[in-house]
């Protein structure tokens, strides 16, 4: 019901672009909130993107707005994250995260949301 499978992570130069994909299981996606988050080493899991399961409205953290894109197709079961002008602190893992609550408001709190991908490595480099 609650499986999320991400790719798309990698190997990118400082200023290029990635695109991360998140694959739901279950018909019962598109009512759900979306979220990206992200780990990098020694640090905390912390909030990437947002969106509602319209696609009417999404959220991001501030050093992302402007350079990454969340968008989802829900006849695909899928959300993803357009990441351009990628700089090395962009450097994680990234994490798709399932909100089933069917709130209005999209959440950046981590434990609003029930289902979790394995992860999917981003690594920018210089």
């Known amino acids: 019901q609650g499986q999320l499978v991400e790719s798309g992570g990698g190997l990118v130069e400082a200023g290029g672009s990635l695109r991360l994909s998140c694959v739901a299981s279950?018909?019962?996606?598109?009512?759900?909130?979306m979220g990206w988050f992200r780990q990098a080493p020694g640090k905390e899991r912390e909030f990437v993107a947002a969106?509602?399961?319209?696609?009417?409205?999404?959220y991001y953290l501030d050093s992302v707005k402007g350079r990454f894109t969340i968008s989802r197709d829900n006849a695909k079961n899928t959300v993803y994250l357009q990441m351009n002008s990628l700089k090395l602190e962009d450097t994680a893992v990234y994490y798709c995260?399932?909100?089933?609550?069917?709130?209005?408001?999209?959440?950046?709190?981590?434990?609003?949301?029930?289902?979790w991908g394995q992860g999917t490595q981003v690594t920018v480099s210089s």
């Open positions: 995260a399932a909100d089933p609550g069917g709130s209005l408001a999209v959440s950046s709190h981590s434990d609003q949301y029930r289902y």
């Open positions: 279950g018909r019962a996606f598109s009512r759900y909130n």
């Open positions: 969106i509602r399961w319209s696609g009417t409205s999404t």
